[in-house]
């Protein structure tokens, strides 16, 4: 069984399904939306707090999928998170003593009082779980980059326990995989009983650590990157549209970017974007499909909810190439094949298009 925390709208259920994965998939979220939207995918979703769940009632889950909100530590949220970073640290630390029996259980929950932001301690979940499930083998944990030091100590604790063989963060951007918008994120892949075949996937940076893990240097990023999907291809629009991110409001990093490239990464804004030539918004539907879901995925709550919700969300895509390679599933045929109904005007490649691939990512 699969235990997937902060489960969202559906994300990492549609990556197993896209790899025909019949395991089953306990999800639990705290937002009543999101559930609904899974639950209407056809996934099993129950409300609840994470902090609330006991992992010793979760007998049976043998791999577990935390995906803790990423605005605390995201350059596109208020990035509070930043500011909390010392202090998740050093729970991390407190919380692998405590397993050690060096402190008290007391000690890594004095190290989050006076956070900026309370989500920043749902990370130090993803260590509570890995530590107490009962049965887990595998966990493959989810952030954004500015986060992937925290994987890093979770990484170091798990690997000070004896009986987990191996451990690394992997930054993967999902436009590497033909999705049709840009976002990188930093998981951490950890094993109870071999080492994973990560050679596959296309990563930007890799961290490794463990009984059997090589050395730094025969890590370097590698992987079968895909044709890139451009935005207008996802959306069937014309060649040469441009989109308007923030009205008339100047960034620093602009307001405008074309959409003969893959989108900028998808924020709840996004409810906000607009094609320059005639003012056309984005559906929340359109924001899932940019993001890898299907077109007709079931998306439930407010318009302003369901770009949040799509925002929020792991890549579908990202998702199963994750945990394809994790779980030693052959996940690339299964990829280009959803990639090839998602986005059926995006089949030929793309190999002529140019891409910053760092513009646009949060």
């Not at 699969?2 to 559906?10: E, K, V």
């Not at 970017?257 to 974007?273: N, V």
Request: charged share 20%.
């Amino acid at each position: 069984m699969i235990l997937n925390l902060f489960a969202g709208p559906g994300g990492v259920d549609h990556g197993a399904r896209i790899l025909g994965m019949t395991t089953p998939i306990r999800g639990y979220d705290i937002d009543a939306d999101a559930c609904a939207t899974a639950t209407a995918a056809g996934f099993q979703r129950t409300l609840a707090s994470v902090t609330d769940l006991d992992p010793e009632a979760f007998r049976g889950v043998t791999v577990a999928v935390p995906t803790p909100p990423c605005p605390p530590f995201s350059r596109s949220g208020l990035g509070k998170g930043l500011e909390d970073f010392h202090a998740v640290r050093a729970a991390l630390t407190l919380l692998g003593d405590f397993f050690a029996g060096m402190v008290s259980a007391d000690a890594y929950k004095q190290a989050l009082d006076n956070l900026q932001d309370e989500r920043s301690a749902l990370v130090v979940e993803t260590l509570r779980f890995a530590f107490l499930l009962p049965d887990v083998r595998v966990v493959v944990a989810e952030q954004v980059p500015g986060a992937a030091p925290l994987w890093m100590e979770v990484g170091a604790e798990l690997a000070a326990a004896a009986d987990w063989t191996h451990l690394a963060v992997v930054d993967v951007a999902s436009e590497d995989l033909g999705v049709a918008s840009r976002r990188t994120r930093s998981f951490l892949i950890a094993t109870r009983d071999y080492v994973p075949d990560l050679v596959g996937l296309p990563v930007r940076s890799l961290w490794s650590t463990g009984r059997f893990a090589p050395p730094m240097a025969e890590l370097p990023p590698t992987g079968h990157y895909f044709p890139a999907t451009t935005m207008a291809f996802a959306l069937l629009w014309p060649k040469g549209e441009m989109v308007n991110t923030r009205g008339a409001r100047k960034t620093s990093g602009g307001n405008l970017f074309s959409a003969d490239q893959p989108a900028w990464c998808l924020t709840e804004k996004a409810r906000t974007w607009y094609r320059v030539s005639d003012g056309l918004r984005l559906t929340g539907a359109e924001a899932g499909l940019l993001m890898g879901f299907p077109r007709d995925y079931p998306w439930q709550g407010s318009r302003s909810k369901r770009f949040l919700q799509a925002a929020d969300a792991v890549s579908p895509i990202v998702a199963a190439a994750v945990l394809g390679a994790t779980l030693g599933i052959d996940w690339e045929p299964a990829v280009r094949e959803h990639l090839a109904g998602l986005y059926p005007a995006a089949e030929q490649p793309l190999a002529d298009v140019q891409l910053d691939l760092f513009a646009g990512v949060a």
